[in-house]
């Protein structure tokens, strides 16, 4: 299962953009990346995902190199809501597509 | 995307019993998952759940003491057996479909 590494921790200010980088240099060619939060043990919230282009939506944008072994997700407009354990997951290809969590980034939005 | 309610959300069990989570989905996903969250941890997937047939655990985790049912696509429950306080976490189901996967809001389960 290709594994995901990340910054256990970041701060950010008000305001300004988030940029939360993962590694996952053994992903395969057809696995997905997929980024989730959650706050206060919540069950976790989708983000976004991706394969090999870079993907935006009303939440974030998500930016893969080319040879896909690292990404960055960005929050634009970090917000104190903002305010959650972030999870950058490879996407297990066949047995039954399973998401193995990895040990997150803990974002702390700062006023 | 799909909407899963989850069942307790919450329970205080005396150890040695058992407790059944139940995760419905409003809609039909072809595949459920069943995570335990330890305290101050990540989420570590217990076993996936296909309708039909015997669950995939993941290692470490076996039936006897996680039975899974999934006799529908939008239905499933989680039973965590012969309980003792290292099984106090947070039980977390979630379902696919397509790209997209949900999840419950969790059940907090504290043993003593």
């Known amino acids: 299962d290709a594994k995901t590494t990340q910054p256990p921790s970041m701060d950010c200010a008000e305001g300004r953009a988030a940029n939360l980088p993962c590694n996952h240099s053994t992903i395969s060619g057809n696995e997905y990346v997929y980024w989730y939060r959650q706050i206060h043990s919540q069950g976790p919230q989708y983000i976004i995902h991706?394969?090999?282009n870079n993907e935006t939506n009303e939440m974030a944008s998500l930016i893969i190199t080319e040879d896909r072994k690292s990404s960055t997700l960005i929050l634009p407009h970090a917000t104190l809501r903002d305010t959650a354990v972030y999870y950058c997951?490879?996407?297990?290809?066949?047995?039954?597509?399973?998401?193995?969590f990895g040990q997150g980034t803990e974002l702390s939005v700062k006023p | 995307s799909a909407v899963i309610s989850q069942k307790p959300s919450r329970d205080i069990c005396q150890r040695g019993t058992s407790l059944t989570i139940q995760c419905q989905v409003d809609s039909q996903v072809t595949m459920m998952f069943w995570y335990r969250q330890q305290p101050g941890q990540s989420l570590t997937l217990i076993a996936t759940a296909n309708q039909g047939s015997e669950a995939t655990y993941e290692s470490g985790f076996v039936i006897d003491k996680f039975p899974i049912s999934r006799p529908n696509l939008t239905f499933s429950t989680l039973t965590v057996s012969n309980m003792s306080p290292e099984d106090s976490s947070i039980y977390l189901c979630s379902g696919l479909r397509g790209y997209g996967y949900t999840f419950g809001s969790g059940t907090r389960l504290t043993v003593v």
């Open positions: 997951i490879v996407r297990v290809y066949n047995q039954g597509g399973k998401l193995i």
């Open positions: 991706g394969l090999k």
